[in-house]
């Protein structure tokens, strides 16, 4: 049984995730929280297998929140679910530990499959996130080691281009999922 915490500051939000998740078999919510505060609380409490993050949230932010969480808990399962596709919030997210970046119109299968995918130490993005940050790298090109990136922060970034979570990278780098999140940040 995977145990999930929902996180996001609207009730009529965190209860639907919480219902529709409550048909899945294999899935359980076990906790919500509406502010990244509280998720940590939570977290500590109920040891979930997976949070789902909202990354806008009054009195911490969901990003916030992701990097404080897995900077206490590198294996942290941390999945941002939001409404906010724009660069400004998926690199930061991601950047601060996020397992995968979903859009909250992903649909019951599509969020399932997600979390499935986080666990597995893949990186799951909605397709227009994973063409954001294509076009992004394609746009603007990965810079050379002498571009202020180390070789092996390059090839972070190329697999995670990749759609690959740290977990995978990791494992293809031959370094720790911790080694992968320093080279990101």
Not at 40 to 63: H, N, T
Not at 85 to 98: K, Q, S
Not at 106 to 130: C, D, F, T
Request: charged share 25%.
């Amino acid at each position: 049984m995977i145990k999930v915490l929902v996180v996001d500051d609207h009730d009529l939000v965190r209860m639907g995730i919480t219902r529709m998740l409550a048909d899945i078999d294999g899935l359980q919510v076990i906790g919500q929280a509406d502010s990244g505060e509280e998720a940590l609380k939570k977290v500590r409490e109920i040891k979930p297998d997976v949070v789902l993050m909202d990354l806008q949230m009054p009195v911490m932010s969901g990003i916030d929140a992701i990097r404080e969480l897995t900077s206490r808990r590198p294996e942290a399962c941390v999945v941002a679910l939001t409404t906010f596709g724009g660069l400004d919030y998926i690199l930061p997210a991601l950047r601060a530990g996020a397992a995968g970046y979903l859009l909250k119109d992903v649909g019951a299968e599509g969020l399932v499959e997600g979390i499935a995918q986080a666990l597995a130490g893949e990186m799951p993005l909605s397709p227009s996130v994973r063409r954001a940050l294509v076009g992004s790298v394609a746009a603007e090109g990965i810079p050379s080691s002498d571009g202020g990136l180390t070789p092996r922060e390059v090839e972070v970034v190329r697999w995670l281009a990749h759609g690959l979570g740290n977990g995978a990278i990791a494992a293809r780098m031959f370094v720790s999922e911790g080694s992968v999140k320093q080279y990101l940040s």
